[in-house]
């Protein structure tokens, strides 16, 4: 039986795309599992800045981006404008409890292509297999269990995307995929003393307790 692994995405990130182009090795070893988020929302949880938000970050992000997928042969165009809101498309994707077919559908819809979900909502889900007038979901029950996966997400010490986590271990970032390898033949990698020293690094910007 494979391990369980869970995949945190959201549409709005570039590196979810590429880990989704590249995830194959990944899924000989593993039970892959998308969960849906909403990364404005996990930003927001974790007190963190997307790249968008630091000018010389975003340049230099999209240009990694564009230089990532050319060395890996990955299709890849930004759409007209980033970030858009992607709450409503997580929101759809979570509904269709979509697989990694439907997914791979949307992402390309996005990263392929380079389109706006959100200002081409229609064309979205005709590329999903629905109909050009699919409404918004507006479901309290849909927008709770994005919140409550988001959430959840958090409380693991997620803080950006795309997040692969097994049991308690989590692994960022689209060039993660050697490092969750090694895990996944590994489980007790992280027990060496190079690991272990790392809780011992003292961090002064931490905040101190009773100062």
């Given at each position: 039986m494979?391990?369980?692994?869970y ?9 979810t ?7 194959k090795p ?6 892959l599992i998308?969960?849906?988020v ?5 930003l927001?949880?974790?007190?963190n800045r997307?790249?968008a ?5 975003r340049e ?9 997928a050319q060395?890996?042969h990955?299709?890849?165009?930004f ?9 409503a498309?997580?929101r759809?994707l979570?509904?269709?409890?979509a ?6 559908k949307?992402f390309?819809?996005?990263?392929a292509?380079g ?5 081409q909502?229609?064309d ?9 007038d699919?409404p ?6 849909v ?8 959430n959840?997400a ?5 803080f950006g995307?795309p997040t692969v986590?097994i049991e ?10 050697p490092m969750?390898?090694d895990?996944?033949?590994?489980p007790?990698?992280f ?10 690094i003292d961090n ?5 307790k009773?100062?």
């Amino acid at each position: 039986m494979k391990t369980k692994a869970y995949l945190y995405y959201d549409i709005l990130s570039p590196f979810t795309y590429f880990l989704i182009k590249l995830r194959k090795p990944l899924e000989t070893q593993l039970e892959l599992i998308p969960v849906p988020v909403f990364l404005a929302g996990l930003l927001r949880l974790q007190n963190n800045r997307g790249p968008a938000e630091i000018a010389s970050k975003r340049e230099y992000t999209y240009r990694w981006c564009v230089w990532f997928a050319q060395h890996h042969h990955i299709p890849f165009k930004f759409p007209p404008r980033h970030p858009f809101s992607s709450v409503a498309a997580q929101r759809l994707l979570l509904k269709l409890n979509a697989d990694f077919h439907l997914i791979e559908k949307a992402f390309d819809f996005v990263w392929a292509h380079g389109n706006d979900p959100e200002s081409q909502w229609g064309d979205f889900c005709e590329v999903l297999g629905l109909t050009l007038d699919t409404p918004k979901p507006q479901e309290e029950s849909v927008k709770l269990e994005l919140t409550t996966h988001t959430n959840e997400a958090a409380s693991f010490g997620i803080f950006g995307l795309p997040t692969v986590r097994i049991e308690k271990e989590i692994f960022w970032g689209c060039e993660s995929i050697p490092m969750i390898l090694d895990f996944a033949n590994d489980p007790n990698l992280f027990q060496s003393n190079a690991y272990q020293e790392i809780s011992l690094i003292d961090n002064p910007l931490s905040p101190k307790k009773g100062g």
